[in-house]
Every structure is written in structure tokens, then in C-alpha cells.
């Protein structure tokens, strides 16, 4: 019905508040219609107790003389009265006399012949309120004084009442509304805060946080929500730039020398052997594109659910087999022996392309770097609360200053190995980042011309 919530609170604040004054308001007035009704019934009885000394002088009175008495003495018409003499040894009626016979009905009231002195009941009979009261009472009779008088219909205290409710309750009802209005722009002044914050938030002011200061238990965990949205902004925003730069920087080099060969090959006729040199080289760069997209691309998913989710059961001791046989033959051409040293069998939930693209960099890294003729030894092994994977290379080994950068993207340790020998840059940086993925740790150890230790912890399950 209302779009502004504004609207809406003041609204159910309205409507429950008219339902509150409206009961409250029923509460007065019949509050006050039941001090009327007492109040006339304190009359009944005082104009009872009044007449008490008539009842007693004479055997017999006449109810309409007593009628008559009574009311020029307290103003009241029509004032209805009945006498009744009960026998109490004959337990009837002796004699009975009333001063109207306008109202026949008026007295068919139920006699309590139980009733003990100045006892007194009271009734209601159409507009008139009855009362039934014992005056007097010897040895022998029972006088029983009942009176009837019509009820107020229209009390000036009750208008009054009527009256002062009818003004007092819009104007109240307005007051509340008012205050309502105020205590409402208060209690929604953090939310404003809030739209006001989202609105100063741009693309380059991606690293902007809600401040969750002063808030309301309420509306945190939105402001909670809203953040960890522009986390996830701010961080894909910039997987993008960096992916952007990246690629501008990395595939500027070999789209540059596949231009400079093709356009030196061409300014001049050449031989066959000559142009076939020239493509291998192409080809070769092509292929050096082709890796660095892919490398780029996977690192730019990160903390996608492309790569979080597709966990299964792996056999990491068959797994791992498995590569190091492929990584063998890439061994080979330079004389270098991958063994397996140890290798105990392991199972494990993981993302199993996304492990095997982590221990085949590190595998292909150590074979790179290890000198010819020389062994890289792999072992799996069981701890306490760790299974442990190691692979050691004998080669040139890293510097203690460069350790700390290894899985930045395109940091290389050694700055004379060429482009050609060294890779793209991102193979340690996609291992980690797979590694974080899994929350597995890594840890490298190395030392120059003496070789490199690389140690993987996976928690046991």
C-alpha cells in the first residue's frame, strides 16, 4: 500500500493507536456509566432508610401517601413505591399496597424472604431501577420497602464525558502522530547515513567501507552484507585491472618479436631454410601467447565458484605418480632423473585439475632450474596432523632477497635466464593461489647453487 517505509510506520502507528484510544475511551465511559448506576442505587437506599421511621409508627402506611412524601422531599419523578407485610409465621403475604398503578409489572420482582434487616436488592426492570429492601422486622412481620425509579438516560456527566472524549481523542491522536514523526526520522537517521554513503561510492572509490558505527543491531547486518559486496567488487575490479595490465605487459614483448621476425623476413627474399627458422620462432612466441592468456586467465578466476566448488576424492599418491612419469619425459632432454624417493598412499577432497596444474609447475619448475645430470627427488610422506609433499631440485637455487617475491606474478629470480628458458612468470603465482584455494601451505627453502626445497603441508581431513 506504501512504498515509503515512513509512511508505513506511521500508518500502523496511527491505526494502533485509534484502536488503544477507541478501548480506552469505551473503558471511561462505561467506568462512568457504572458510577451512575451505583449513584442510583445509593439514592434507592437512602430513600429507603428515610421512610424507615414511617413503617414503624403505623401497623399498615399507605404507599402512596409515602410516595408522595418522598417526592417533595427529594424531587424525583415518578417515584414508584410498594409495601409489603409478610406474615412469618404463616410465611405469606398479610398485606401489600403500592402508590401507582401506571407500572403493574413494575414490582413482579422476586420477594427474598431470607433477607435480613436493611438488606437491600436491586434490579432492573425496562427504563426503571427497583430496589427490594427489609425496613422493619419483629417477632411476627417481616416489611419489606420496595422502590422504583427511572434510570438516567441522558446524565449531563455522561454527556460531559462523551463530549470531552469526542475533542480530547484527535487531538491526542494528532499529538502522538507528531511525536511519532519525529522518534521515526531519529530511528531511521542511520539508515539515511547509510543511502548517503552508498551514493558517494564510485568505481574508483571501490575501497570505501559503511562505517558500522552507531548503527542499529537491525540494519548492521545489511550494512555487514552491503561490505562484503564491495569486498567482492572492489576485488574483481581489480583481478580485471590487473589482468589489463598484465596482458598488456606481458604480451607486448612476443607480439613485438613475432612482428620484427615477419617483417625482416620479408623485406628480402629468403631461403627456405631461412623462412622455416623464421616460423619456428613465430610458432615458438604463439605458443608463449597461447600459455600466458590461459596463465592469466585462470588467476583472474580466483575465488570464483568455478574453482572453489568441483572438490572430489583424489588418490594424491596415484596423482602425483602420474606426473612425475609425464614430467620424465620433459626431463629427459636434459639428462635429468625424477625419482620418487618415498610416496605413501593418501586420499583427499580437492579440486583434482586445479592440483594437478600446482604440482606439475612446481615439477616443471624444478626440472628448468636443475642443472644437467642431476636428480629432483619427490616424496609424500605422513605426519601426525600433515601429509607432506616435497619435491627438491640440485640446481642454481634462489637468493635470500628474492624468496619473499617467488609467487608474485612475472617475478623472476634469476634476471639473465632468458624468456625463452624462464617461462611466462605466473607458474608460482597459479600455484599458490591454487594452494590458498585448497588452504594447504607452502613453504620454500633454498640455497644458492646447492638447490631448492619445495614443502607442501595438506591437512589431514
Same mark, same amino acid.
Given at each position: 500500500?506504501?512504498?515509503?517505509?515512513?509512511?508505513?510506520?506511521?500508518?500502523?502507528?496511527?491505526?494502533?493507536?485509534?484502536?488503544?484510544?477507541?478501548?480506552?475511551?469505551?473503558?471511561?465511559?462505561?467506568?462512568?456509566?457504572?458510577?451512575?448506576?451505583?449513584?442510583?442505587?445509593?439514592?434507592?437506599?437512602?430513600?429507603?432508610?428515610?421512610?424507615? *421511621?414511617?413503617?414503624?409508627?403505623?401497623?399498615?402506611?399507605?404507599?402512596?401517601?409515602?410516595?408522595?412524601?418522598?417526592?417533595?422531599?427529594?424531587?424525583?419523578?415518578?417515584?414508584?413505591?410498594?409495601?409489603?407485610?409478610?406474615?412469618?409465621?404463616?410465611?405469606?403475604?398479610?398485606?401489600?399496597?403500592?402508590?401507582?398503578?401506571?407500572?403493574?409489572?413494575?414490582?413482579?420482582?422476586?420477594?427474598?424472604?431470607?433477607?435480613?434487616?436493611?438488606?437491600?436488592?436491586?434490579?432492573?426492570?425496562?427504563?426503571?431501577?427497583?430496589?427490594?429492601?427489609?425496613?422493619?422486622?419483629?417477632?411476627?412481620?417481616?416489611?419489606?420497602?420496595? $422502590?422504583?425509579?427511572?434510570?438516567?438516560?441522558?446524565?449531563?456527566?455522561?454527556?460531559?464525558?462523551?463530549?470531552? =472524549?469526542?475533542?480530547?481523542? *484527535?487531538?491526542?491522536?494528532?499529538?502522538? /502522530?507528531?511525536?511519532?514523526?519525529?522518534?521515526?526520522?531519529?530511528?531511521?537517521?542511520?539508515?539515511?547515513?547509510?543511502?548517503?554513503?552508498?551514493?558517494?561510492?564510485?568505481?574508483?572509490?571501490?575501497?570505501?567501507?559503511?562505517?558500522?558505527?552507531?548503527?542499529?543491531?537491525?540494519?548492521? &547486518? /545489511?550494512?555487514?552484507?552491503?561490505?562484503? =559486496?564491495?569486498?567482492? $567488487?572492489?576485488?574483481?575490479?581489480?583481478?580485471?585491472?590487473?589482468?589489463?595490465?598484465?596482458?598488456?605487459?606481458?604480451?607486448?614483448?612476443?607480439?613485438?618479436?613475432?612482428?620484427?621476425?615477419?617483417?625482416?623476413?620479408?623485406?628480402?627474399?629468403?631461403?627456405?631454410? &631461412?623462412?622455416?627458422?623464421? $616460423?619456428?620462432?613465430? /610458432?615458438?612466441?604463439?605458443?608463449?601467447?597461447?600459455?600466458?592468456?590461459?596463465?592469466?586467465?585462470?588467476?583472474?578466476?580466483?575465488?570464483?565458484?568455478?574453482?572453489?566448488?568441483?572438490?572430489?576424492?583424489?588418490?594424491?599418491? +596415484?596423482?602425483?605418480?602420474?606426473?612425475?612419469?609425464?614430467?620424465?619425459?620433459?626431463?629427459?632432454?636434459?639428462?635429468?632423473?625424477?625419482?620418487?624417493? +618415498?610416496?605413501? *598412499?593418501?586420499?583427499?577432497?580437492?579440486?583434482?585439475? /586445479?592440483?594437478?596444474?600446482?604440482?606439475?609447475?612446481?615439477?616443471?619448475?624444478?626440472? !628448468?632450474?636443475?642443472? +644437467?645430470?642431476?636428480?629432483?627427488?619427490?616424496?609424500?610422506?605422513?605426519?601426525? &596432523?600433515?601429509?607432506? =609433499?616435497?619435491?627438491?631440485?640440485?640446481?642454481?637455487?634462489?637468493?635470500?632477497?628474492?624468496?619473499?617475491?617467488?609467487?608474485?606474478?612475472?617475478?623472476?629470480?634469476?634476471?639473465?635466464?632468458?624468456?625463452?628458458?624462464?617461462?611466462?612468470?605466473?607458474?608460482?603465482?597459479?600455484?599458490?593461489?591454487?594452494?590458498?584455494?585448497?588452504?594447504?601451505?607452502?613453504?620454500?627453502?633454498?640455497?644458492?647453487?646447492?638447490?631448492?626445497?619445495?614443502? !607442501?603441508?595438506? *591437512?589431514?581431513?
Amino acid at each position: 500500500m506504501f512504498k515509503s517505509l515512513k509512511l508505513k510506520l506511521l500508518f500502523y502507528f496511527f491505526l494502533t493507536n485509534l484502536i488503544v484510544l477507541l478501548g480506552f475511551s469505551s473503558f471511561i465511559y462505561m467506568t462512568a456509566q457504572k458510577g451512575v448506576s451505583d449513584t442510583l442505587d445509593t439514592t434507592l437506599k437512602i430513600i429507603s432508610i428515610d421512610a424507615m *421511621p414511617d413503617l414503624k409508627a403505623k401497623k399498615y402506611v399507605s404507599a402512596k401517601k409515602i410516595s408522595d412524601e418522598l417526592t417533595d422531599e427529594f424531587s424525583i419523578t415518578p417515584l414508584h413505591i410498594k409495601i409489603i407485610y409478610f406474615d412469618k409465621n404463616k410465611n405469606k403475604i398479610n398485606y401489600q399496597t403500592q402508590s401507582s398503578i401506571e407500572e403493574p409489572k413494575l414490582f413482579e420482582i422476586p420477594l427474598n424472604e431470607k433477607g435480613h434487616l436493611l438488606s437491600i436488592y436491586y434490579f432492573d426492570k425496562n427504563n426503571y431501577r427497583v430496589s427490594s429492601m427489609v425496613l422493619f422486622e419483629d417477632e411476627n412481620t417481616k416489611v419489606f420497602f420496595q $422502590l422504583a425509579i427511572k434510570k438516567i438516560q441522558n446524565s449531563p456527566y455522561l454527556n460531559k464525558i462523551v463530549t470531552s =472524549l469526542f475533542i480530547a481523542n *484527535p487531538i491526542i491522536l494528532v499529538l502522538f /502522530l507528531f511525536i511519532a514523526n519525529i522518534l521515526i526520522n531519529r530511528t531511521l537517521q542511520p539508515v539515511k547515513k547509510v543511502v548517503d554513503s552508498v551514493h558517494s561510492i564510485s568505481a574508483n572509490k571501490l575501497s570505501h567501507r559503511i562505517s558500522n558505527e552507531n548503527i542499529p543491531t537491525e540494519i548492521r &547486518e /545489511l550494512v555487514e552484507t552491503f561490505n562484503e =559486496l564491495l569486498k567482492n $567488487l572492489e576485488d574483481a575490479f581489480k583481478r580485471i585491472s590487473a589482468f589489463s595490465s598484465d596482458a598488456s605487459h606481458e604480451l607486448k614483448t612476443p607480439l613485438t618479436v613475432i612482428r620484427g621476425e615477419i617483417d625482416v623476413v620479408l623485406r628480402h627474399e629468403r631461403t627456405p631454410t &631461412e623462412y622455416k627458422a623464421v $616460423l619456428e620462432d613465430v /610458432l615458438l612466441e604463439t605458443v608463449r601467447v597461447q600459455e600466458t592468456i590461459d596463465q592469466l586467465f585462470l588467476i583472474t578466476k580466483k575465488d570464483t565458484t568455478e574453482l572453489n566448488g568441483n572438490t572430489r576424492e583424489v588418490y594424491l599418491d +596415484e596423482l602425483l605418480s602420474d606426473l612425475v612419469s609425464q614430467a620424465n619425459k620433459f626431463a629427459l632432454k636434459k639428462s635429468i632423473h625424477l625419482k620418487i624417493k +618415498e610416496i605413501i *598412499p593418501v586420499t583427499i577432497h580437492a579440486n583434482e585439475a /586445479l592440483l594437478r596444474i600446482a604440482i606439475d609447475n612446481i615439477l616443471r619448475n624444478a626440472i !628448468i632450474y636443475t642443472h +644437467e645430470s642431476r636428480d629432483v627427488n619427490v616424496s609424500l610422506k605422513e605426519g601426525e &596432523e600433515n601429509y607432506t =609433499l616435497e619435491i627438491q631440485d640440485s640446481g642454481c637455487g634462489i637468493n635470500k632477497e628474492d624468496l619473499p617475491f617467488v609467487f608474485e606474478r612475472f617475478y623472476r629470480a634469476d634476471k639473465a635466464r632468458s624468456r625463452k628458458d624462464s617461462g611466462t612468470g605466473l607458474g608460482l603465482a597459479i600455484v599458490k593461489m591454487i594452494l590458498d584455494i585448497h588452504h594447504y601451505d607452502i613453504l620454500i627453502k633454498s640455497q644458492i647453487n646447492k638447490g631448492t626445497r619445495v614443502i !607442501i603441508t595438506i *591437512p589431514k581431513e
